[in-house]
């Protein structure tokens, strides 16, 4: 690591010397970065032992609390000073739950209560089963849904297609008069495994329980329907609201030298699901932020704009803590945004919405990240906790990973700490510092 700093620190003032503005150091930075990152395990070791004793990180639960408590307490202990931007946030519990099959035979069905979702009132809702492949057969089929329990046997092509059937599930079937809907998983594969996820309503529609069952479980729905079988199932969930509940943000930074109030701002979410461990959605993606900025520290590297990482909460079911950074952080001027939420699996590269000059720059600076496969820069968006900074005109990128397993996990028990692996963490952690770093220095 001395080796690290006294090449860098060479390299900067030979830079300096010949009066070159850093627009970039020919990689010696990136250089310098991905050796420091890559050198150790420090990163997985961080993210094991968090979700490990901080799993089900839900908003407004005690241990989305205790795990924040936890990092605050870390992040001391290394040194930085640590910021909390406080936010009330949205209080939903799961409860006890259960769909059984009672009718053409008793079966008990593996299933997640989507997030928000109303409970069934103390009592289990029993109903025939009318099952549809999309939205427009629901409305073709609109006199049979009277009544059921609408299924939506809709297979996983890609999520924001797939999606709109969790969210607007519940809306669309209780438009048809359904007493309540379930949805197949959102997953391209399944081993019985339910997905949860978020789920929305409107105030014209009545609010019905909405759940997530598995893709084998719809499938076999489907099949009784076709066969011309009566399904009846049994639908009990004690899903309910309490009221928001105090979290907050963390924020670290390494100020700037010349241009403090310019800021380079990345990280993920640190709430979860109240499943598995949010390992890969998203502490992974929060602590590979927090690498970066570690290595930056620990080689000496004092940038011209301020570097900062944020855990941001309540992303998953709220989003208030993307949106209270963004009301928190007004007196300043942000320069780039950028989200590590897609998994920390192999990166590839960077999106963005940047254009023209910046875009131009950021696919030079990606240039020094191809001897570890992240070089791509493609157009496209940030992620959700940065949206809010988006929508006020900054540029925001998202960080691009090999994603051909991120939705087998996703948001379900299986999003535990051993689908991760410390090399790939470690190569997004490079990949986030060296972008952040030349941004910082343009
Ligand atoms: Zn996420």
Known sequence: MKQNIVILAAAMSILAAMGLRAQHDGGTAARALIGQI???????????????????????SSMLELG?????????RDGWIVRQQNVMVPHWERGEESVTMVSPLRRKMPMLGLGGSVGTGG???????????????????????????????????????????????AVQ????????????????????TPHTGGMGYDSATPRIPHAAITMEDAMMLQRFQDRGETVELELAMSARWLPDAPSRNIVIEIPGTEKPNEVVVMGGHIDSWDVGQG??????????????LHAMRALGMKPKRTIRVVFWTNEENGLRGGRAYEEQTRNETHVLAVESDEG????????????????????????????????????????????PLEEKGVPVMSLQVDGSRYFWYHHTDGDTFDKLDAKELNHCAAALAVITWYAAQR
């Open 68 to 76: 924040l408590d936890w990092i605050v307490a870390a992040l001391r």
């Open 344 to 387: 920390t699996f192999a990166p590839r590269g960077f999106s963005t919405n940047a254009k023209g000059p910046l875009f131009a720059d950021l696919t030079s600076y990606a240039k020094f990240l191809e001897p570890i496969g992240a070089g791509t820069i493609e157009e496209g968006g940030g992620g959700a906790d940065i949206s």
């Open 38 to 60: 890559t050198s150790d395990s420090l990163l997985s070791s961080r993210v094991a032992d968090f979700v490990d004793h901080y799993p089900h990180r839900l908003s407004g």
């Open 279 to 292: 390992a890969m959605d998203d502490a992974g993606g929060c602590f590979a932020a927090w690498r970066a």
């Open 123 to 169: 009592r289990p809702v029993r109903a025939r089963v009318l099952v549809v492949g999309s939205f427009d057969e629901l409305s073709k089929r609109s006199a049979d849904a009277k009544g059921r329990i609408v299924v939506f046997n809709v297979p996983f092509t890609d999520y924001g297609s797939t999606v709109r059937y969790r969210y607007d599930g």
């Open 173 to 192: 079937a209780a438009k048809h008069g359904a007493v309540a809907s379930l949805v197949r998983s959102v997953g391209p594969y399944g081993i019985q």
